[in-house]
Every structure is written in structure tokens, then in C-alpha cells.
């Protein structure tokens, strides 16, 4: 039987989920910030990831990114897709910091991702997409030899203003905000639930209790299970 806070889900219709790495984990792609992450591994992995870095040594910023960041393996579990069905009924968006593509693959409706895609790549001397089977061959595009690299925001990058845009939109609609698989402490990403409709309410779903300054329902369950039950 399903829990009062999955019958919210179930019911709802204007979701906002808002997400982090922990919707992915169970995909196999290891988060950045747990004890076994990529941050604790690699100590200067936020540098590893700048745009300073790319910049001073873009072949070692390109073999950081392909050595540690791609999974193209990885599958949606049942986060994912549950998410994407109710996106698919108009019922939901969803607004995620991850960039490993695992909601495009999922076929996600109303999705921003909000520090964008590994997937996505494009060559900074001509501006052409080029796939990522590509990417991972070489850092250089074959037709100009230009450098490729992802859509994705480095640290002292800025955000996209259209993914800005697009995220305060769904919140502005939103009956329901559901925080799951993030310890909501990224900012801008975090600072966005502040623009919510006032009469949404807000749930977590996180093994780690959550502290927020405001009133929510937290929810501490294993993502994967909490969906499982989560009929759409």
C-alpha cells in the first residue's frame, strides 16, 4: 500500500523534482561529495573541473572529464523513469544537477538540466555539435581540429540564463516540490526553491535527513524503494 507522501506524487498535478547525484547512484555513477566520491578520491577534483583548468591544460582537463565523469553504459533506474512518466502525462518537470544523461535516455518531458550535459558536446572553433562517441576518441574535431569539449558549467562558469529561466517557470506552477538524491547545498541550484509557488508543498526523499530553513516533510527512504511503490 502506498505511503501518504506517494499517494502526494500520485495525486499531484504541477511536480517539481529537483535533483542531485544520488538519483544516479543506483545507475552505478558514483556522486561527487560522499565518503566514497569523486571529491573525497581526487582532493583538487573542484579544480580538476574549472574553467581555469581547461584553460592552462585542456588536454589534462579533457582526460580528468573522460577518465572520470563518463559512464555511456549507465541506464535510468526506477527513479528516473517514474520521474519521466509522470514528465510524459504533463504531470511533472524536473530540474536536475546532474549531467550524466540519464533523463534524456529516460525521455524526460519539462527537464532542465541545470548545469548541463556530458553528452552534449560541441567544438569551441566552429561551434558544430559533434557526437560523444567522438569525444571520447579524441579532445579534437576531426573536421577543424578544433577543441571539443561538453555543455556542461565548470566551476567560474555562469549558468545558462535560459536553464534559470526555465527552472523559476516550473516552480512559479508548481503543487508539489520534491527534493530527492541531493543534499540541497549547491548553490544557485539549492537557491531556487525560494522562488516556489508559496501554496507548494515541498517533500525530501534522502537516506540523509535533510535541514532546511524552511517547512517541509522529509522523507528518509532509499530513493529506489520510495519509487518502486509510486504508481503513474
Known sequence: MATAAQQAIETAQHIVFMTGAGVSTPSGIPDYRSKNGLYTGHHHAEYYLSHAYLMSDPVGFYHYLKDNLY?????????????????QQ??????????DNLYQVAQTQNLVEFHGNLYQIYCTKCGQAVPFQDYLTSPYHATDQGYLRPKVVLYDESIDQTNIERALTLLRAADLVVICGTSFRVYPFAGLIDYRN????????????LQLPFEFEMVQQNAVDFFKGVTV
Open 71 to 87: 559512464y555511456p553504459d549507465a541506464q535510468p533506474n526506477v527513479i528516473h523513469q517514474k520521474m519521466a512518466a509522470l514528465s
Open 198 to 209: 508559496s501554496a507548494a508543498k515541498v517533500m525530501a526523499i534522502n537516506e540523509e535527513p
Open 90 to 99: 504533463g504531470r511533472a518537470g524536473v530540474i536536475t544537477q546532474n549531467i
